[in-house]
């Protein structure tokens, strides 16, 4: 019998991008709440942030085949 694929984990799949060097990047909180923002809120929102060393371990569990 074939080995099991691990399966991604969706909700970290959209939150979360690996970029080319390796480096993984997070968006803020609260980023799909509003619609109707000012564009100061939308442009400090809509940021990509590296993500802390200690939580990339948990990432390594949730997106097996991203890292």
């Known amino acids: 019998m074939p080995k099991q694929k691990m399966k ?6 959209r939150r ?3 970029t080319g ?6 968006t803020k909180q609260g ?5 109707n923002r ?3 809120a939308r442009n400090m929102y ?6 802390h ?4 371990g948990h990432l390594a ?3 097996p085949y991203g890292l």
């Open 8 to 13: 991604t984990h969706k909700g970290a799949k």
């Open 16 to 18: 979360f991008k690996v």
């Open 21 to 26: 060097t390796g480096k993984i990047l997070q």
């Open 31 to 35: 980023r799909g709440v509003k619609r």
């Open 38 to 40: 000012s564009k100061r």
């Open 46 to 51: 809509s940021k990509m942030l590296p993500l």
């Open 53 to 56: 060393p200690s939580n990339e």
């Open 61 to 63: 569990v949730a997106l």
